[in-house]
């Protein structure tokens, strides 16, 4: 028989004198253990869910991995590489590649009647995956783009269409300057995207391909580059490494030299700022750890001079001073428990209340989101508790040894 657990669960199941100094100590070290795991909870599915949001908006603009012109990664202008259909077949056939998509850029000026403004147009093919544009169109319809022919359909951005007060079914003329001349095209808007990335709403608007690569004036096999979208983003660096060895450095029929980039490279600055985040996660944590390691001391504390004369009566009647020490260490234990059970509970409620809800709004100008995005992870939820469960009690283990300075012959006297 565990002698220490038997008297822990006694001790904890015993109401007794409802006006002793225990109760509102134990209640008050439940309490803090609960808010401390609940808001450490919601901080990370926050940061989690923040975090993950942005990298697919981010991504649903760029990819995982692009290839593209040496030239292009060297200058901010665009240089066409040669994307054939043999191309699209080697990268399709790289291990840990989902979809591969070709793309180019071109940049002109979009204007009505009343003003006028300067976009970058992004060409894709039928082969392009808009599962993400369809999940942000906002008005219109998704037009079928091609990489064979004009079609005169372009989709742009809530941003541009409120600057230009147009909407969809309107037709715009846009205007494309060399050094050459200017060329005109007049385009119908099938549909409007917000994305509240303000940096690519401000930027982005999507044509075919073929128009995209004719005003450039270059070969139908040529383009800005190709999209890669891989199966696993967690084995992105390991997918990326084969990519740089199958294909980076060659050249292609026209003299283009092929290279790669992730999507962190793309946009360091964002990814960056997302990882700053991070610090502030290990701040809150360790601040919430701290208040409940402070509240269960100084309510073990209380418990141990209230139990003074229970301690002398167990040392007289024999029990060593580590007994009764594993004896609060227990009874501390089934504290915490109670306090973690409510903090999940507490926690993981308001986690899933935003998601259903979205009760939490923010200003999409500022955080690229319209509400809180919170997102559940139950093997970090675990981790949270495990590591509450064990610093709470490692900072008790000091406080237990004011056991051993309490005399049976002193403290069976005192009350």
């Known amino acids: 028989m565990n002698l220490p657990l038997f008297l822990a669960r006694k001790?904890?199941?015993?109401?007794?004198?409802?006006?002793?100094?225990?109760?509102p100590a134990i209640r008050i070290a439940t309490i803090g253990v609960a808010i401390g795991l609940a808001v450490m909870i919601i901080t990370v599915s926050v940061v989690l869910g923040f975090k993950h949001t942005i990298r697919d908006k981010v991504v649903g603009f760029g990819s995982h991995v692009q290839i593209l012109n040496m030239a292009s990664v060297t200058s901010v202008d665009d240089h066409p590489i040669c994307i054939d259909d043999s191309m699209m077949q080697v990268l399709d056939s790289i291990g840990g590649i989902a979809h591969v998509q070709r793309y180019s850029l071109t940049r002109g000026i979009l204007k009505t009647d009343d003003d006028f403004l300067g976009v970058a147009f992004k060409g894709i093919g039928p082969e392009y995956d808009l599962s993400y544009l369809k999940s942000c169109l906002v008005e219109g319809k998704m037009p079928v783009f091609s990489d064979s022919t004009n079609t005169g359909k372009i989709l742009l951005s809530r941003i541009m269409a409120d600057k230009l007060k147009v909407k969809a079914g309107d037709r715009i003329y846009a205007y494309f300057i060399d050094d050459y001349d200017v060329r005109t095209r007049r385009f119908t808007i099938?549909?409007?995207?917000?994305?509240?990335m303000t940096r690519f709403d401000e930027l982005f608007c999507y044509t075919d391909l073929y128009t995209a690569s004719k005003l450039n004036g270059w070969f139908e096999d040529q383009c800005s580059g190709a999209e890669l979208l891989v199966s696993d983003f967690d084995h992105l660096d390991d997918t990326y490494a084969y990519i740089i060895n199958k294909v980076n450095r060659t050249v292609d029929r026209y003299g283009g030299l092929f290279s790669?980039?992730?999507?962190?490279?793309?946009?360091?600055?964002?990814?960056?700022?997302?990882?700053?985040?991070?610090?502030?996660?290990?701040?809150?944590?360790?601040?919430?750890?701290?208040?409940a390691g402070i509240t269960m001391t100084s309510g073990l504390l209380i418990i141990i001079l209230e139990r003074t004369s229970m301690i002398g009566v167990l040392k007289a009647l024999g029990s060593r001073n580590r007994t009764i020490r594993h004896t609060f260490l227990w009874f501390s234990a089934f504290i915490i428990s109670r306090g973690l059970l409510i903090g999940d509970v507490l926690g993981i409620g308001l986690v899933l209340l935003q998601n259903y809800t979205g009760i939490i709004s923010l200003d999409p100008q500022t955080y690229y989101v319209s509400e809180a995005p919170m997102e559940l992870n139950v093997p970090i939820i675990i981790v949270l508790n495990l590591a509450t469960l064990i610093v709470s009690i490692s900072v008790l283990i000091i406080p237990s040894f004011f056991i051993s300075y309490i005399h049976p012959a002193k403290s069976m006297r005192y009350e």
């Open 11 to 23: 001790i904890y199941s015993d109401q007794g004198d409802r006006r002793k100094v225990s109760r």
């Open 190 to 196: 099938a549909g409007i995207y917000q994305t509240n």
């Open 260 to 291: 790669s980039q992730t999507i962190y490279e793309a946009y360091p600055q964002i990814f960056t700022w997302l990882e700053l985040l991070d610090i502030n996660v290990w701040i809150i944590l360790g601040l919430m750890i701290c208040l």
